[in-house]
């Protein structure tokens, strides 16, 4: 399956040349500050779920709890909860921390535009991609796996929700990114996160500039000595 990458040509260049990529974390996704309101998102990582109507949960039965509340209930012995909940009830899903790489299966200049990038690459085989990233962190991250984001509200009912990981859920403004989206849960549950930057020369093998995005005059310093080649 092919996937193509926006970037700067500065950090393309670097890549194609000694395959450093960088891995952002999702939490850290949501500093709209920093990223702005085109790629930061403040609710990165969560989903609300609601019940309507009347409902009774029961720490004493776990099978009372509903799904979206066993993240923040502890129903271990010797915990007594009980709820009676008359016009409804609803949780907040969260997935932990964990490192993250966009791209997108439908590249748009003017998508790459909109993020201040100027140059696009092609991954030819994004299996191999993200098979060669993985084995340079394997010793601290799993790799969970690569899907499309899905576009759709945050807040659902139970009836509404098809059980879609909270970090491949994106506000539907932003579904012209097409986001196609590469996970690493860490080793280490607890562990702080940072972006880091992960070299792997075998997944810049499977890639090249794409060819309806080339970068402009003014970015051809970034590509002397062969660095698109």
Known sequence: MKLYKYMESRFAARFLRDGDIRLGTLYGFRNVERFGEVIGEAEEGRKYVRKQGYSVVDAAYPETVPYFLKQRINVAAPNRLRIEARDGIGGMMEDPDGYVLCLTDQPDVAQMREF???????????????????????????????????????????????????????????????????????LNPGAVLSPKIVRAKKAARVCRLYAGAQPDSSSRQYWRGGGGS
């Open 116 to 186: 201040n990038y100027d140059c696009c690459l092609e991954v030819l085989d994004s299996d191999e991609f993200f098979r060669a990233i993985s084995v340079k962190v394997r010793h601290h991250l799993r790799f969970w796996g690569a899907a499309k984001v899905v576009y759709r509200d945050r807040t659902m009912s139970v009836h509404e929700d098809e059980a879609i990981p909270p970090a491949f859920i994106k506000r539907p403004s932003y579904a012209g990114q097409k986001e196609v989206r590469g996970l690493w849960e860490p």
